[in-house]
């Protein structure tokens, strides 16, 4: 019985197919191999991940952890949530516990009663821009010495090496530069110390890669194997849907699923589950059990296009924001809307915008080539054959246009109407 996944990760009874991956990523961790794990947005990374750790822990005699440093500020906090993360592992947890005597004395045996939140107050206490990566190995050293293998499971780790990277205008600065140098180095080298004990998968809603070349730090990477987590096939995604179909007994026809599939023309699982989801409750306020295409139609139209829709979308404009800044962002708005609006974007259109947004070496800012790197890394945009790009989702597509569309005129052009105008 396939349950509806809502918005966040899912695991176990929300979790479908997927068996590829899994097996992929398991043979992996048992190669003692570490992983880049690489797709668009709301592709069902996190849910992966936590599946396969749900599964090794379970059955394949593995130890995992799982890390998200969405939250961390700096290095120490990213040490401190990782050292309480740790606490899954009983096996190991008594050393980490030595790791941080100095702030867990006193606590004495009432540790097993504090939650997670309070032990991890105690923990960051013991964490500081000095001693940050000597308590990292200590942790990572501690794990490695589990007699079963272990998966580390680091989710978001872009997200803080952009915070370590840049300052409060979105530019990076040297010391940012160094900072994140100093954080990725030491990762790197704990993954080749402890090779084949502690296993590592990187995970992210934005790309690592482009964020580090931006950097001048790509060679970072150099441990992780690449695995891109593709869109389902259509043939999966209407098995999902009928999956959905069973368990909250609606009727929806193979020309039904098909026509959902059509409109999303990427089947990203999160999309697939989105149009379920609103399906699902037009078909109860119109007390009916069967979706006719009309219904598709319809819903598609109002209701993943429209205001509540867009509550779900909007987190792809806020992670773009994060990624690319207030130099980069407005880049990325004006290529996708333009992409959207004329349904692609050619590669005049690109050197108008270069010329428009000039790119200036040194200051830290993105430009317009690193902004479609990013695009296209990320997934928001796909070349085709003839060296056009054009949005890889026709739901975002849609609603890209829905949003940002009216009354569009790209700013190169507009430069040139004023300027005929001023004539
Ligand atoms: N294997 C799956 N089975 C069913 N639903 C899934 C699956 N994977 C993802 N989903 C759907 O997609 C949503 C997002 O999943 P998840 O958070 O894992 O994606 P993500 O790629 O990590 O997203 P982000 O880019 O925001 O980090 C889930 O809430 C669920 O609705
Ligand atoms: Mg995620």
Redesign the pocket.
Known sequence: M?K???????EGD?????EIELEALEERTRDGTHTLLT?????????????LLRRLTETGGFETVFVDLEAAMDQADAVAELGIRTRSVRAVWGRIETVFANVLRGVGDRIEELSVSELKVKLRAGVDAGNWSQRGDAILSALAGSKRPVVLAI??LPILVNRLLKDDDDRITPEGRRAADGFLSWLRRNGQEHRGKISIIL????GLEPLLQQAGLSAHANIFSAYD?KPWSEETAMS?LAALSDTYDVVLTVDVRRSICQRLRCC???H???FFDRLHDHLRRERRQEATLNDVDWVYLHEMLSVRGQMDLQ?YES?LQTVLGRTGYPIALEILTQAATRGDLDDDTVRQYEMHFPARDGDGDPSVEHVLHVLHHDGYLERREDGTSRFVSGLLEDWWRARHGRNFVPVFASRQADRGADR
């Open positions: 396939l509806k996944g809502g918005n966040n990760w899912v929300r979790f479908f197919d997927r797709a668009q947005r709301r592709m069902g990374k996190t849910s992966l991940v936590r599946e989710d978001e995970s992210g809603s934005v987590l999902c990203i699982p999160h697939v589950q989105m987190h992670r």
